[in-house]
Structure formats: structure tokens, C-alpha cells
């Protein structure tokens, strides 16, 4: 990096741009160097001066005073981010280290695991104060930072415009203003509290008690957990008469909390609550996901927080005034679990769930082996629900391959073998395009809108969901349709990525 700019100096094009350094491996900061301006030299070694500017008499102040200023502070800063950090991680390691060193020899990998997960409770607890004290600072700093540079920008604009000094001032003080509601809140941001008494809702955590956790394939288990039911909302109890919420609800979500590491992950609970408050979740176990670890870690008896619920899926986000035709519900792994919520609401009176006119409802499943897919208790449900009422609800699932030492070979439900691309899609929804000539599909910039009214509910991993529907947009919100479906011709208005 410094020499890259040892070069540019030389070359005569210095840049203009702040350079990013390599992570301090303590801190794990990127140092900045920053370039000045051409219109303002100083000593680098200025920089280290202990003293403001501002204690000195001086009631003019020129930009260029100014301009030191503002870079005295950045570089304090800096300094003091950098310090904090430092000296956070290096007390962290050594309380870690020390945790670990006191493990017996024998302890096993899970030993370790656990140890490290109160360690890091615990460290939580410790250091919110510290850790509060410096946010607050750290804010206090960078504000009066930005309202120094601020006016140093605008300083040196009223030289070259006076006449329009007036206008700038009264931009400076919204710049002000809106740097002050985003960097200076006035209380600070805390975790959401926890109410064993009050109803479920998103603003507060409730404990739950775990009733049962089995495996369910790998890295797999189906987590049963029991709520007081007076706590329960009615949009999300079941009731006797039905199997499921009612039909066409909205799908709903719940955050789980792994209480250690203070830290939540949503998961989409197979049914709603029964009339006793239980609730199960088909849970996967990644190697870096902690809360999901964590929940296959919990036994029987165990307290599990949550809040919610949350509305996933509402039929009014995708209205459509004539009916949709077919529902088709595409999914991969345990993203089967929104859908699963939705049909089982089905199950127990399938004409009843429709009236009159019938929408038809297909879903397309992908595992990439045959051990992966959903545990019986999931998927015979839904095949019984398919070969009941073929003309309701149909159900296809693929998978990406079949090991020749699986112990599913021949003891598994309908499947294709390979992944789900256009042509298998195509053919589970009966679309015919092979009358569609190269010509046709060469000229149009998109195909041809099949006839049916259909709208896609896309729920699966995320290389998946880029591949069926386009990835999602910025900060997961819809983007735009792509992959397939979107080569297929369907747009927002059919499509939606949950």
C-alpha cells in the first residue's frame, strides 16, 4: 500500500483517495492514511500533537487551522478506536485461553464447546458496560468530528461564493441535524426484554420450555417446544376443528434466541400453536450457525426464549382479483417448512379450505441426497394430503443425486434424480413450449406468459433461491426476477422470495 503511493507520488497522479491498510491483528482495525489536500501542506509529525487548536487565542481562524484541526481529531479518533479494541481483544484471549487451560485433558470437543459458550455469556454480561460507555463516546467524538469538517468544507466555499454564505450555513446546520438523529440517540439500543407473563409478540422474548428434541436426519432435529396456550394469540392457536390455521392465513415466524451468546435467528414453526401451546420446528445444524448448534444442543426441560410472531407470507402481498389458478411452492432443505405451515391447514378438510372455486396448489421440493429430505413425520402428510386430492394439491420431489452406499436406495418416496432446472418445472406444471420455434425465441426479449394465473412462493437456501428466482435485492428485500422464473416470464407480480 505505501509503496503503491510512493509511486503514485513519484508518477506525478498522487491520489486523492484515503488508503486502507492490512487489520491490525490484535485490534483487528484497518488503519487509514489519509491524503491531503493539494491546497494544504503539513508536517506529518504534526499530527501527534497533544494539544487542540482551540486552546490557543486565535479568533480568526483561517480554513487552513481548521483543516489541522479537523485531521488532529480524526487521527485521535482513530487512535482511540483503536486502543478500545486492542485492549478488548486482548483481555478477551487471555480469559479464553485461561478457560480452555483449565479443561481437563480428556475433555471432549462438546466439553469445549459448552465451556466457550458461557465463556462468551458471561463476557457479554461483563463487558456491556464498558462496551456502552465507549459507543457513547465513540458517537460524541465522531459527531463533533463531522460538524469540524462541516464547517470546514463550508468555510472554504463562503471565500470563493460570500454571497451565498447563508444558504451554505443553513445546509450545514441540516447536515448537522441529521448527523446528530443518526450518530446521537437518545437512548441507547437494547436488547428486547423477556415477559413470561405477557401474550406473544415481536417487542418482548417469552419463555418456552423444551418438550422434546429428535433427530430427524442429518444435521437435523425436530424441536418440540411448549408455551403457556393463555399466552398464545388467536391468529396463531390451532383449534380442535381444524388441523391448521385457518386457510389462506398468513405464514408466520418466530425468533429464537440462543440465550448464551445473546443472539436471535428466525425459524418457521411446522404448525401454529395447539390448545396446549406446543410447537415444532424442523431445525438444521450448520457448522458456523451458533444459535442452530445451540438449539441442538438443548434437552428436555430446557428454557428456549422467543418472540413473535412474525408475518413471513400474506395472501394481500400478491393479490389477485380473478384468483390464482395454482399456487406453486418451490423449496430446498428445510426451506419446506413455510409451506408445510400453509398445507397442514389444509389437511383435515381440504374442500372447506376453498369453497366454491378451487385454486390448485403444487409443491416442488429439492434435497441433494434422499437423507435430506424432510423426516416422515413431514413428508407423509403431505403425500397422503397429494394422493387424496390430486386435483387439490400435488407434490414432486428431486433430488441432486443418490449414493450407490445410501441406505435409501429403493426406500424412498417418488423422486428425480438431479437438480430442478426450467425443464423439470416446466413438465411438473404441465407448461408445453415445444411449440415455440428458435425464431420466436430468439426475436422475443421475454417468453410467452403461460395462460394460467400462477403465483411462485420461492422459500430455500440462498444459492438455490438466486437460481429459481433471482437473488434477493438489498438488505433482503425482494430484487428483482430472474433465474428461472424470470427466463420463464414471470415477474413481481407472480413471484415472491420468502
Not at 426484554?193 to 415481536?202: E, S
Request: glycine share 6%.
Amino acid at each position: 500500500m505505501l509503496l503503491r503511493r510512493a509511486i503514485l507520488r513519484v508518477a506525478g497522479r498522487r491520489s486523492l483517495s484515503d488508503l486502507v491498510g492490512p487489520p491490525d491483528p490484535v485490534s483487528h482495525l484497518r488503519p487509514v492514511v489519509y491524503d491531503s489536500s493539494s491546497s494544504f501542506s503539513f508536517k506529518p509529525k504534526l499530527l501527534n500533537h497533544p494539544y487542540s487548536l482551540a486552546e490557543f487565542d486565535n479568533p480568526e481562524r483561517s480554513v487552513e487551522d481548521l483543516e489541522l484541526q479537523y485531521k488532529l481529531q480524526r487521527q485521535q479518533l482513530d487512535a482511540f478506536n483503536h486502543q478500545f479494541w486492542f485492549d478488548a481483544n486482548t483481555r478477551f484471549e487471555a480469559a479464553k485461553a485461561s478457560i480452555l487451560e483449565a479443561l481437563p485433558d480428556h475433555a471432549s470437543p462438546l466439553d469445549k464447546e459448552h465451556a466457550l459458550s458461557q465463556f462468551y455469556r458471561q463476557w457479554l454480561v461483563q463487558e456491556s458496560e464498558r462496551t456502552d460507555a465507549y459507543t457513547a463516546e465513540w458517537r460524541k467524538r465522531l459527531f463533533g468530528l463531522i460538524l469540524l469538517g462541516t464547517r470546514v468544507q463550508f468555510q472554504g466555499l463562503s471565500r470563493r461564493v460570500s454571497s451565498k454564505a447563508p444558504l451554505y450555513a443553513g445546509a450545514a446546520i441540516v447536515v448537522s441535524s441529521i448527523c446528530g438523529y443518526l450518530f446521537m440517540p437518545s437512548t441507547p439500543t437494547r436488547a428486547a426484554p423477556t415477559d413470561p407473563t405477557a401474550p406473544l409478540a415481536v417487542n418482548h422474548f417469552t419463555p418456552t420450555t423444551v418438550l422434546a428434541n429428535e433427530v430427524a436426519g442429518p444435521d437435523t432435529k425436530i424441536i418440540t417446544l411448549k408455551v403457556n396456550p393463555d399466552l398464545v394469540p388467536t391468529n396463531f392457536l390451532r383449534h380442535p376443528s381444524a388441523s391448521g390455521c385457518s386457510s389462506h392465513s398468513p405464514i408466520y415466524s418466530l425468533f429464537l434466541k440462543d440465550s448464551d451468546i445473546q443472539v436471535e435467528r428466525p425459524y418457521t414453526p411446522l404448525e401454529c400453536a395447539d390448545q396446549e401451546g406446543k410447537m415444532r420446528f424442523w431445525v438444521k445444524r450448520y457448522d458456523k450457525g451458533e444459535v442452530g448448534r445451540w438449539l441442538h444442543a438443548r434437552k428436555q426441560g430446557d428454557v428456549i426464549e422467543l418472540r413473535g410472531p412474525v408475518t413471513t407470507w400474506d395472501w394481500s402481498w400478491r393479490p389477485n382479483e380473478e384468483g390464482w389458478d395454482e399456487v406453486v411452492m418451490i423449496s430446498g432443505g428445510t426451506g419446506i417448512t413455510p409451506f408445510y405451515q400453509f398445507l397442514h391447514s389444509m389437511l383435515a378438510s381440504p374442500a372447506k379450505s376453498h369453497g366454491d372455486r378451487q385454486t390448485q396448489y403444487t409443491l416442488l421440493h429439492a434435497s441433494k441426497t434422499p437423507e435430506e429430505l424432510p423426516p416422515p413425520s413431514i413428508l407423509d402428510p403431505l403425500l397422503k394430503f397429494s394422493s387424496e386430492c390430486p386435483d387439490i394439491f400435488r407434490i414432486r420431489l428431486f433430488v441432486d443425486s443418490i449414493p450407490e452406499d445410501s441406505p435409501y436406495v429403493g426406500n424412498i418416496p417418488p423422486s428425480q434424480v438431479g437438480r430442478m432446472g426450467r425443464a423439470a418445472i416446466e413438465s411438473s406444471l404441465n407448461i408445453n413450449n415445444q411449440n415455440r420455434s428458435w425464431l420466436t425465441t430468439f426475436w422475443r426479449k421475454r417468453p410467452e406468459q403461460p395462460q394460467k394465473r400462477r403465483l411462485f412462493l420461492v422459500c430455500g437456501p440462498e444459492p438455490m433461491v438466486n437460481a429459481i428466482s433471482g437473488p434477493y435485492g438489498r438488505n433482503y428485500s425482494q430484487g428483482d426476477v430472474g433465474g428461472i422464473l424470470g427466463g420463464m416470464g414471470y415477474t413481481s407480480k407472480e413471484v415472491w422470495k420468502l
